[in-house]
Nanobody, 122 residues
Framework: QVQLVESGGGLVQAGGSLRLSCAAS????????MGWFRQAPGKEREFVAA???????YYLDSVKGRFGISRDNAKNTVYLQMNSLKPEDTAVYYC????????????????WGQGTQVTVSS
């Protein structure tokens, strides 16, 4: 059974940092594009960051320079380091995997985690 399990969310003050982890199991994801999406209350889910199998990264403009995505293929795990957090970063963050080449198209991701809540207080 393929599973993606996120962890590391929580409550943090504006300007603080959090590191999200996504542990994958059930098969190897070393060839997949791994992505992070988020959904704020009352808003649609949006792309945040993605990393290809060879380490190429993509980011939502509003998080560039503050967030960093990385992966450890040996551990089948992807990370999202979030620095200089802002209240507008408050959302449920989802990890996802896709075996194709898309990085921002939500519909093309095959597997999703259950999400982890990130709350940034002002």
């Amino acid at each position: 059974q393929v599973q993606l399990v996120e962890s590391g969310g929580g409550l943090v003050q504006a300007g603080g940092s959090l590191r999200l982890s996504c542990a994958a199991s059930g098969r190897t994801f070393r060839s997949d594009v791994m992505g992070w999406f988020r959904q704020a209350p009352g808003k649609e889910r949006e792309f945040v960051a993605a990393i290809t199998w060879n380490g190429r990264t993509y980011y939502l403009d509003s998080v560039k320079g503050r967030f960093g995505i990385s992966r450890d293929n040996a551990k089948n795990t992807v990370y999202l380091q979030m620095n200089s957090l802002k209240p507008e970063d408050t959302a449920v963050y989802y990890c996802a995997a896709n075996s194709g080449s898309s990085y921002y198209q939500e519909a093309l991701y095959d597997y999703w985690g259950q999400g982890t809540q990130v709350t940034v207080s002002s």
